[in-house]
């Protein structure tokens, strides 16, 4: 599903109760404020998901959010405990999580080592070198 911004605006009342037990173990008020823009900056609509484009869609300044993902010590096992206790029962009755990333186009084009790939989500044939 991609999110366009007027499903976005459709839920984004719904995103703080929500979020909030996921980030309750993050401690200070800081890094719980960062960590909700960082994510909610993630499922914004948007090609750029690094903190400054981010940041700007958000309205915010980045350096809450840079704060977040460079200095904010947090024990990562507290946050998996949340997922586990809040997400996944919302998502129930399942069997297992599958990602499938091979649909998901390369951004841009300095990737290192990774030369031109065939993705038949796009439509795009294997081009030969």
Do not use: N
Request: aromatic content about 8%.
């Amino acid at each position: 599903m991609k999110w366009t911004a007027a499903d976005w605006h459709q839920h984004v009342s719904d995103f703080p109760p929500f979020l909030a037990p996921l980030i309750k173990g993050l401690g200070r008020s800081e890094r719980r404020v960062g960590a909700a823009l960082y994510v909610e900056g993630l499922l914004l609509p948007g090609q750029r998901k690094s903190i400054e484009p981010m940041a700007q869609r958000l309205g915010t300044d980045a350096q809450k959010m840079q704060q977040f993902i460079t200095d904010s010590p947090w024990e990562e096992a507290g946050v998996w405990q949340a997922v586990r206790r809040e997400v996944v029962e919302r998502m129930e009755p399942l069997q297992a999580w599958i990602v499938d990333e091979t649909g998901w186009l390369k951004q841009g084009s300095h990737s290192v080592g990774v030369a031109h790939q065939y993705c038949g989500a796009a439509g795009k044939p294997p081009t030969v070198r």
